[in-house]
């Protein structure tokens, strides 16, 4: 009997990280964002929602191999993230911070509506990209899709910070995010910076909405959730600290599922917000987050 609770609990763990891994990449992206501009952007779960759509759209109607569907998905999704800047937040020069907050919320009710038109409100699922045979790991189970999840998400931990430390333009943006008058100084154009932020958000949202989509089902509501989640495990995590996010989105995706396969399945979704409230009360720069942290913003 002790055993089976031991099982039940670490398929509990494997699924927490499996979805955890989600929730840090959308934290990444809310950070990508956040560092470059100082504000919140609400349409990420969007780009995750979009992500998922789009890919089933082009392998199931289109019948796009599934390499090529997955990079041309990436890049339609960073394209659309480009226009949203360009069209919602680049023509407020002059606006706040909460005026830019909200206008990203009015982006993502839009993008929904949008998704919602084109796909209607069914779901969709992606076949798994290898195997779908449960892989036994000590009495548990694991999916070979989540070891695609999880190799997904470290390669975008590596590919992010390999480009944020060793490339110009990865440099150029840290210097923005610093201090964007002193990057203004010396020629870099912070503007162009914060279009690439988005582009690139909205990217790494695209990637984390593919690889979920084979085994949690994508509708057009999607992405509220997934942002929620995703900005909670953001300032659990220290809001700039992308290192802190990924931590983070571990943890709300263990207790998830903790509190999902102990006490009921019905506060699954509200775990997250409890997490949010309790991290804003009692260490509001969050976990790895400290005044440090925040004045260089680095990645």
Sequence with gaps: MGISIWSQILQYLVTGVSIGSIYGMVAIGFNIIYNATGIINFAQGEFVMLGGMIMVTLTAAFGAPVIVAFFLTVAIVALIGGLFERLAIYPLKNAGVLSLIIVTIGGSIVLKGVAMFVWGKESYALPHFSSEEPIPILGASILPQTLWILGAMLLTVVLLTLFFRFTLIGRAMRACSSNRTAAYLVGIDARQMVCLS???????????????????????????????????????????????????????????????????????DAIALIVLLVILFVRPSGILGDKEALKHRSF
């Design 198 to 268: 988005f582009i690139l958000s909205a990217a790494i949202g695209a990637v984390a909405g593919i690889i979920i989509t084979p085994i949690a089902l994508v509708d057009y509501n999607r992405g509220f959730l997934l942002a929620l989640k995703g900005f909670s495990a953001a300032v659990l995590g220290g809001l700039g600290n992308s290192a802190g996010a990924v931590i983070a989105g571990f943890l709300i995706g263990i207790l998830e599922s903790l509190g999902a396969g102990l006490v009921s399945s019905g506060y699954k």
